[in-house]
T-cell receptor, first 114, second 116 residues
Framework: AQTVTQSQPEMSVQEAETVTLSCTYD???????LFWYKQPPSRQMILVIR??????QNATENRFSVNFQKAAKSFSLKISDSQLGDAAMYFC???????????FGKGTRLHILP | EPEVTQTPSHQVTQMGQEVILRCVPI?????FYWYRQILGQKVEFLVS????????KSEIFDDQFSVERPDGSNFTLKIRSTKLEDSAMYFC??????????????FGSGTRLTVV
């Protein structure tokens, strides 16, 4: 069974600094997708960034980028120029190409210090 | 931007009562999902629904739960005889098609269910 592990329950970063959230996963599949979701205090789940496993190039979305290491099964999220609005719970997630369901990690709560 | 709408945002119910959580998926989406997040814990898959039938369900989704798309626009989750441990945030999600599986879903803003 696939699993997603986020080893950092909480992290803090100074406003305007860069922070990296860690995620590892376990799967026997070769074709899959990885996601980072943001859950602000409103509790809504917002897709931040996604990565196709068959792509070697790391995905980027404005200030958000990932470091995808397929052999190591690692998928970290880097947030550059952190802003107060980035404060939220961040979930790493996995979806197999043939699956309907998304498997989430336990989340990392990110605090932004002014 | 199209949204998935969930109502109510918060529902309180007595233990043993039945509740129906409602969702209006994005109009041209064909795949529908329910997830649950117990406070402070991770988001867990409950069920996926396509072509008017369940396509996959987790072990959490037992006989206490059922889903329905009664009128072509709403997608509901019914919980019969609620238990205290059913207290959680319930998220509805929808997706346009399986071919876009890599794009993930669009989630609603959730319904917080409190069983007392």
């Amino acid at each position: 069974a696939q699993t997603v592990t986020q080893s950092q329950p909480e992290m803090s970063v100074q406003e305007a600094e860069t922070v990296t959230l860690s995620c590892t996963y376990d799967t026997s599949e070769s074709d899959y997708y990885l996601f980072w979701y943001k859950q602000p205090p409103s509790r809504q789940m917002i897709l931040v960034i996604r990565q196709e496993a068959y792509k070697q190039q790391n995905a980027t979305e404005n200030r958000f980028s990932v470091n995808f290491q397929k052999a190591a099964k690692s998928f970290s999220l880097k947030i550059s120029d952190s802003q107060l609005g980035d404060a939220a719970m961040y979930f790493c997630a996995y979806r197999g190409n043939r699956d309907d369901k998304i498997i989430f990690g336990k989340g990392t709560r990110l605090h932004i210090l002014p | 931007e199209p949204e998935v709408t969930q109502t109510p945002s918060h529902q309180v119910t007595q233990m043993g009562q039945e509740v129906i959580l409602r969702c209006v998926p994005i109009s041209n989406h064909l795949y529908f999902y329910w997830y649950r997040q117990i406070l402070g814990q991770k988001v867990e898959f409950l069920v996926s629904f396509y072509n008017n039938e369940i396509s996959e369900k987790s072990e959490i989704f037992d006989d206490q739960f059922s889903v329905e798309r009664p009128d072509g626009s709403n997608f509901t989750l019914k919980i019969r005889s609620t238990k205290l441990e059913d207290s959680a945030m319930y998220f509805c999600a929808s997706a346009r098609d399986r071919g876009r599986v890599g794009y993930g879903y669009t989630f609603g803003s959730g319904t917080r269910l409190t069983v007392v």
